[in-house]
């Protein structure tokens, strides 16, 4: 194991948006088997503290690889496209006034069934985003779109978790 490889070579995945998650989980339990550092405790402390330093690589790749989002992030920075999310937030005007309506009936929603027809809306929203992102990354090698669509997809995330929140508050 070479602590170097990129994400998907540690795991011996192809470098794709498109993974299987259950392969993703496999290959991240057969990798914690092997450097376990209680695997390597009759070695000497040196040795168990290589095994953790290759433990906490792998636990890293692993929350990367296994969020899609943070997997098209990481695709898109392998491809030169960092994600820059704090400098950069610039979107199409059609997404921020979907953003503006989306704020606008969550602030408007007053039962829990409103808040719930709009957490349906932001999973379809969600979905088709993810479908774009894998089309742009996979199909078309445009990691300048994808990165432009990680952006987007950040802002649906923190929106839908507002929603999901104000669903709980409605709920209890």
Known sequence: MNLTSDDFELFGLPRRFAQDRAAIDAR??????????DRFAAEGAAAQRVAVQYAVRVNEAYQRLKDPLRRAAYLCELAGQPIDAENNTAMPGAFLMQQMAWREALDEATTAQHVQALADEVDEARSGALAALGTALDD????????????????????????????????S
């Open 28 to 37: 991240w339990r057969a990798l914690q088997a092997e450097v376990h550092p």
């Open 140 to 171: 078309r090698q445009d990691a300048a779109a994808a990165a432009q669509q990680v952006r987007a997809l950040m802002f649906v995330e923190r929106f839908a978790a507002d929603v999901d929140r104000r669903l709980e508050a409605l709920e």
